[in-house]
């Protein structure tokens, strides 16, 4: 039931509640008429009396009730009117959840092209969550998007469909946020593909994401990648950094290089290479 139906529907059990407090002080005081008299001057009630006595005592109690029922339903009329504006107001965004609890992925790749931005990278991670098929092209189309491309490279890592592996490739030479980010999402997916992309990344010194590019490389297993490691290694080692900042990342990238190496030495067996990391 939604907030709208939800608010109505407690306003008329108010409604229908301060009906019944009304009928039920009409009864009192109709009792009162007839038998009042006869309550404030007998002595013991019996015969025709009892049961009009019972109600007429019983009265005030059933108004209160009534009436503190009626006010509760109205409290949760307004605090459900409440919630409809506020569903109002997210609009479509509300929608998505439903969209994806249905599993309707065709409602949700319909909302990637929503003008809202926030709809959008919403509809994105439902998609993400329901990992279909059919949510991989249209993703791969937002890797261009500037805005929601790091997000598009975050799902596509979640999916893990290899259809994503090289424009993830296209995106992890360059030079904006999202890069990293293509860059995780390689390692994720495993395809050894990406190898010789993310080694010229290790290549760079300069790049301040070289342990984020050694721990995609250690996870896709290509053993390839274990003697241009070794180099680069070599390397790193033999240059002196310039002050304690420098040294620290010196330290922090050598060893994300030797942990890589020994991940794809171990899943590959003694055969990669015989050099120590």
């Not at 309550?39 to 019972?54: D, K, M």
């Not at 929608?95 to 990278?121: F, I, M, P, S």
């Not at 790091?150 to 290899?162: T, V, Y």
């Amino acid at each position: 039931m939604t907030p709208t139906r939800t608010a109505r529907h407690l306003r008329e059990v108010a409604q229908w509640m301060e009906q019944a407090a009304e009928e039920t002080a009409a009864r009192a005081r109709a009792i009162e008429a007839k038998y009042g008299e006869v309550f404030r001057t007998a002595y013991t009630i019996s015969g025709e009396y009892y049961q009009p006595y019972l109600d007429y005592r019983a009265a005030p109690e059933e108004i209160a009730t009534a009436l503190r029922l009626r006010s509760r339903a109205l409290a949760l009329a307004r605090t459900y009117d409440r919630r409809a504006r506020r569903q109002a107001r997210l609009g479509d965004r509300a929608d998505l959840a439903v969209l994806h609890e249905r599993g309707d992925t065709a409602g949700l790749l319909k909302a990637l092209d929503h003008r809202n931005q926030d709809v959008r990278l919403r509809a994105l991670w439902f998609l993400a969550d329901l990992r279909h098929d059919a949510a991989v092209q249209p993703l791969i189309g937002l890797l261009d998007d500037p805005a929601l491309a790091e997000q598009a490279a975050r799902a596509l890592s979640h999916i893990g469909d290899p259809r994503a592996v090289e424009p993830l490739m296209s995106l992890a030479q360059q030079t904006r946020g999202a890069a990293d980010t293509a860059v995780i999402a390689l390692g994720n997916i495993g395809d050894p593909r990406a190898t010789d992309v993310l080694l010229k990344r290790l290549a760079n010194p300069a790049d301040l994401t070289l342990n984020t590019v050694a721990g995609a490389l250690g996870k896709l297993g290509d053993p390839r990648a274990v003697e241009p490691m070794r180099a680069i290694l070599s390397r790193l080692r033999a240059t002196t950094p310039e002050n304690d900042v420098g040294r620290r990342l010196q330290a922090l990238f050598c060893k994300s290089i030797e942990d890589a190496i020994d991940e794809i030495v171990r899943a590959n067996g003694p055969r990669v290479g015989d050099e120590p990391s």
